[in-house]
């Protein structure tokens, strides 16, 4: 059975009403050093451990944040695997929360799912994970954060009044077309998500808009895909036709690992005739041509920062506002063929980079 504070106060031959206050760090009275370490001291012998629940009643705070996945029902069991929870569940645990996790198919049974866990004090804030940019969800979570609600959703969000926190789509595609500008280049492509997706419909607009400011040549070498080999076909057809691309931006690990063996393929080695940016995951990098240009997305950095801004705003130390996390540009020094096995990938050349928000 589970020591009480009942318990500790006969071992130590102290009141209750002392233990509970030594043990709250709240004294209402003196108590002496000799009688605190002796009643720490007995708590700690006993194994006593606090009681969740009188503890969320008796300071109405349960510890507790949320972390709700608008997935599809057939996406359920990936999306608990994907690095951002993992970030979001150190950082809470971190500052002494613990995370409840949640998944739903819609996003009516999202809002109304977060509205019920904070109305019953189950979770004191919320994180939603969401795949895509729903206008209503973005209204109704609005309506929410108006009654009190703390929330942070991580994707592209769209609303700006909401707490929210995704990869800075239009800074990742500044700071690699910027590179290449300021090397001379202006023959740039672009191998990106399709459009009929919010989150494509953003690349591309984003895209369209840094190509216009710079100047760029980029219509002949842009294209909508999402396989490597699909990339690979696309990108050997361009390399054999003039004028041909400078450099290439691809959206995705598998798209630039296609562009890389169609460059190979048809004699254009990444450095010397045709430059890449990949825009891919930061535990992949080792899986690409020294010299490939990186821009390293990190779940882990996301779902942190995520978490971060939830407690800050429990603690009111901020206020709801879009962060967009822009990664750090790097390159590839050595080859998966080069390096001892059980290496990493040996990453340098860091360049600052800027936002283009």
């Known amino acids: 059975m589970a020591a009480t504070q009942k318990d500790i106060a006969r071992e130590a031959g102290v009141s209750q009403a002392v233990v509970s206050d030594v043990l709250q760090n709240h004294p209402r009275g003196r108590v002496s050093a000799a009688t605190r370490a002796r009643i720490l001291e007995t708590a700690h012998r006993l194994g006593y451990r606090p009681h969740a629940a009188a503890q969320a009643l008796r300071f109405r705070r349960s510890r507790v944040i949320l972390y709700l996945m ?42 109304e799912v977060v509205a019920d866990r904070l109305a019953a004090g189950v979770c004191d804030g919320a994180i939603l994970r969401v795949f895509d940019d729903p206008d209503p969800l973005w209204a109704r979570l609005w309506e929410l954060q108006k009654e009190g609600a703390t929330m942070v959703v991580i994707g592209q969000c769209s609303d700006d009044r909401l707490a929210s926190v995704a990869h800075d789509v239009p800074g990742m595609l500044g700071s690699a077309a910027e590179v290449f ?62 004028p041909r691309p400078e450099a290439l931006i691809c959206y995705g690990d598998p798209v630039g690992l296609g562009a890389g063996a169609a460059c190979r393929l048809a004699g254009h080695p990444v450095g010397s005739r045709v430059e890449r940016v990949v825009v891919g995951n930061a535990d992949l990098e080792w899986l690409h041509d020294p010299g490939v240009w990186r821009l390293p ?58 936002s283009f928000r």
Do not use: I, K
């Open 70 to 111: 608008l997935q599809p029902e057939d996406e359920h069991r990936q999306a608990l695997a994907e690095p951002v929870l993992g970030g979001a569940v150190a950082a809470c645990a971190g500052h002494e929360y613990r995370v409840l996790v949640e998944t739903v198919a819609t996003w009516e049974h999202a809002a």
């Open 181 to 242: 500008r300021s090397r001379g280049m202006s023959r740039l492509g672009l191998l990106a998500p399709p459009r009929n997706t919010r989150f494509g419909a953003l690349m591309w607009h984003a895209w369209e808009t840094v190509a216009e400011r710079m100047g760029l040549e980029w219509r002949p070498w842009t294209r909508a895909l999402t396989s490597r080999s699909q990339a690979e076909h696309t990108v050997y057809g361009w390399l054999q036709e003039l």
């Open 297 to 354: 997305t990190s779940g882990l950095e996301v779902g942190r920062r995520a978490a971060e801004m939830v407690v800050q705003l429990l603690a009111r130390e901020t206020t709801p506002a879009p962060v967009r996390v822009l990664p750090e540009l790097t390159r590839v020094e050595s080859s998966l063929a080069a390096r001892p096995p059980g290496s990493q990938a040996a990453v340098t050349n860091r360049l600052p980079v800027r």
